[in-house]
Structure formats: structure tokens, C-alpha cells
T-cell receptor, first 112, second 115 residues
Framework: DQQVKQNSPSLSVQEGRISILNCDYTNSMFDYFLWYKKYPAEGPTFLISISSIKDKNEDGRFTVFLNKSAKHLSLHIVPSQPGDSAVYFCAARIQGAQKLVFGQGTRLTINP | EPEVTQTPSHQVTQMGQEVILRCVPISNHLYFYWYRQILGQKVEFLVSFYNNEISEKSEIFDDQFSVERPDGSNFTLKIRSTKLEDSAMYFC?????????????FGPGTRLLVL
């Protein structure tokens, strides 16, 4: 199932700089997108979401951008902090369904 | 802040045995879910449950699996006869039943190891 893809398995960013995590999808029936953060041995923690009727949603240091024509979304974290080091998953939901389809995850490391 | 809880955190079982994984969803949520993540793979949807019945399930969720809401707070996943390939982290999640309440909140997971 390759409907949601995170092509970068890892990303390393300097503390205080911007982290940009990317996600591509293939199914145009997705209408709701979410980003989750996961620490080892814990469950995914919800960060931020965006509906397909919007192109941007912001919550504190986190901003999600949605480009429907490119079927691409990104998560911006600014400024990046050491506690942001984790695996980040994007997930998408098909209109009218409940199941979330997850990407493979990107491991973000924030360097001091 | 309300959260989803899961027990046990770890479960080791012999192949062919039955296991029951337990979850307490967030109290005002009405949609409940099970997902799993096999080591090194994506998080995969198993099943969603609403109004005391399965509302959606994946091809993974075959006759070996069942879900139940035995009382007003617990939500369980039963695997009838475990196989080696059932070894995974199992996550429970819940969400509200309202427009704009689509976000699914996940529990910490149960690590299941089948020997």
C-alpha cells in the first residue's frame, strides 16, 4: 500500500532552524490529513491536521501546508527544539471512511 | 488531558494461544480503532468500531480477530489463535462522533510477541 509516502527516512536539523518534513499521496479521495509524532515504545501523538478544503493550518511552532494539485503536504517546525527529535508520520483519511493510511515515517534529529 | 490507555504494555504468548488486548478510549469518544505496526513497517489499520458494531475493517482483520465493547469503558481486541506473524505493536485509538472531530488519538500500544 503506497498511497501515502514519506520519501525521506531521516532528517537532521540544527536546533533553532526550520525542520521541513514532506509527504506525498496518490489517492485524490483523501480529504483529511494528519501529522503524528512518535517516540520509541510510545503511541503516535497527534500534532496537527488539515482538511482538504484548506491549504494551510498553523498551531504554534507547527504549520502544515497542503498542495492538492501536487498531492503533497509538508510539516514545518520552527524553531526546532531538541524535544522535537522523534519519528514523524503523516496519515490520510479517505472521504467517508474512518481508516487512516500512514506513511513510513521520517526520523527527525535535532542537533544542539 | 484525557488519553487512551492500553493494557498490558507487553504480552508474550505461544503460537496458537488466544490473546486479548485491552483499551480504555477517551471517555466522550464514540469511534474506536485498532491499528498495528510490525517492526520496521508502517502503521496499518485493522478495524473501526462504532455504535457496538464494526464500521470498517481491513483485509488483515480476518476471522482470527474480533473486537468487543464489553462494558461502558473498555474496548478489546481478541486474537483467537496467534501466529508468529501477529507479533507487532498494537495501538488502540479513539475519536469523537462529530463534524470536525475526525482526529484519532492513540494509546501507548501493546507489544505482542508470539513465540
Amino acid at each position: 500500500d503506497q498511497q501515502v509516502k514519506q520519501n525521506s527516512p531521516s532528517l537532521s536539523v540544527q536546533e533553532g532552524r526550520i525542520s521541513i518534513l514532506n509527504c506525498d499521496y496518490t489517492n485524490s479521495m483523501f480529504d483529511y490529513f494528519l501529522w503524528y509524532k512518535k517516540y520509541p515504545a510510545e503511541g503516535p501523538t497527534f500534532l496537527i491536521s488539515i482538511s482538504s478544503i484548506k491549504d494551510k493550518n498553523e498551531d504554534g511552532r507547527f504549520t502544515v501546508f497542503l498542495n492538492k494539485s501536487a498531492k503533497h503536504l509538508s510539516l514545518h517546525i520552527v524553531p526546532s527544539q531538541p524535544g522535537d527529535s522523534a519519528v514523524y508520520f503523516c496519515a490520510a483519511r479517505i472521504q467517508g471512511a474512518q481508516k487512516l493510511v500512514f506513511g513510513q515515517g521520517t526520523r527527525l534529529t535535532i542537533n544542539p | 488531558e484525557p488519553e487512551v490507555t492500553q493494557t498490558p504494555s507487553h504480552q508474550v504468548t505461544q503460537m496458537g494461544q488466544e490473546v486479548i488486548l485491552r483499551c480504555v478510549p477517551i471517555s466522550n469518544h464514540l469511534y474506536f480503532y485498532w491499528y498495528r505496526q510490525i517492526l520496521g513497517q508502517k502503521v496499518e489499520f485493522l478495524v473501526s468500531f462504532y455504535n457496538n458494531e464494526i464500521s470498517e475493517k481491513s483485509e488483515i482483520f480476518d476471522d482470527q480477530f474480533s473486537v468487543e465493547r464489553p462494558d461502558g469503558s473498555n474496548f478489546t481486541l481478541k486474537i483467537r489463535s496467534t501466529k508468529l506473524e501477529d507479533s507487532a505493536m498494537y495501538f488502540c485509538a479513539s475519536s469523537e462522533d462529530r463534524a470536525g472531530g475526525e482526529t484519532q488519538y492513540f494509546g501507548p500500544g501493546t507489544r505482542l510477541l508470539v513465540l
